[in-house]
């Protein structure tokens, strides 16, 4: 069965850090994978997303992942952290057998210091 | 216009108490699912309905039982509620239920039970 990994539950960067945030999955074929983004309150918010291609996927708001088969990752990450970008970010890993049910990772919760 | 509206947003009720949450998407879509965010903040797939019929059908309770009248809707019903049930439910649309189909979240329902 697949599963997602999200090492990290909270991470505390400064506002104008990099960021980078951790994800891994299993899963027996090629996966897509997907960064959503929940802000307090609110749904989520897709981010970006992997199929196949072009290893380095850009996204929304200025983040981009990189697909690593080797790793089984797809970490999220952004050059320049501001501080709207608080929240909590998930990673999913998406099923090839039909019927597109979404995995869910734990997601990690980003805190943004001033 | 919000592409996938939720209704009510907050609900608290007592335990053995029948509810519904409400769900519509104006994005022309044809397929809708819920999904449960637990209080640690994990998502789950509960179902998934394509042009109102039953695609993904989870392990849930059939005290929980969803209904598409049509495909721009899709209506969570709870018979007895029990404590366990108070989450945080999102439904989400997308084009169709191919793999890797993006999914759009609605702002969710905050379900309390007491």
């Known amino acids: 069965a697949q599963s997602v990994t999200q090492p990290d539950i909270h991470i505390t960067v400064s506002e104008g850090a990099s960021l980078e945030l951790r994800c891994n999955y299993s899963?027996?074929?090629?996966?897509?994978l997907f960064w959503y983004v929940q802000s307090p309150g609110q749904g989520l918010q897709l981010l970006l997303k992997?199929?196949?291609?072009?290893?380095l996927v850009q996204g929304i708001k200025g983040f981009e992942a990189e697909f690593k088969r080797s790793q089984s990752s797809f970490n999220l990450r952004k050059p320049s952290v501001h501080w709207s970008d608080a929240a909590e970010y998930f990673c999913?890993?998406?099923?090839?057998?039909?019927?597109?049910?979404?995995?869910f990772g734990t997601g990690t919760q980003l805190k943004v210091e001033l | 216009d919000t592409a996938v509206s939720q209704t009510p947003k907050y609900l608290v009720t007592q335990m053995g108490n029948d509810k519904s949450i409400k769900c519509e998407q104006n994005?022309?879509?044809?397929?809708m699912y819920w999904y449960k965010q637990d209080s640690k903040k994990f998502l789950k797939i509960m179902f998934s309905?394509?042009?109102?019929?039953?695609?993904i059908n989870e392990t849930v309770p059939n005290r929980f039982s969803p209904k598409s009248p049509d495909k721009a809707h899709l209506n969570l019903h709870i018979n007895s509620l029990e404590l366990g049930d108070s989450a945080v439910y999102f439904c989400?649309?997308?084009?169709?239920?191919?793999?890797?189909?993006?999914?759009?979240f609605g702002p969710g329902t905050r379900l309390l039970v007491l």
């Open positions: 989400a649309s997308s084009q169709g239920y191919r793999s890797g189909e993006t999914q759009y």
């Open positions: 899963y027996g074929a090629t996966p897509y």
């Open positions: 992997y199929f196949s291609g072009d290893t």
């Open positions: 999913a890993v998406g099923q090839t057998g039909g019927g597109n049910k979404l995995t």
């Open positions: 994005l022309g879509h044809d397929t």
């Open positions: 309905y394509n042009n109102k019929e039953l695609i």
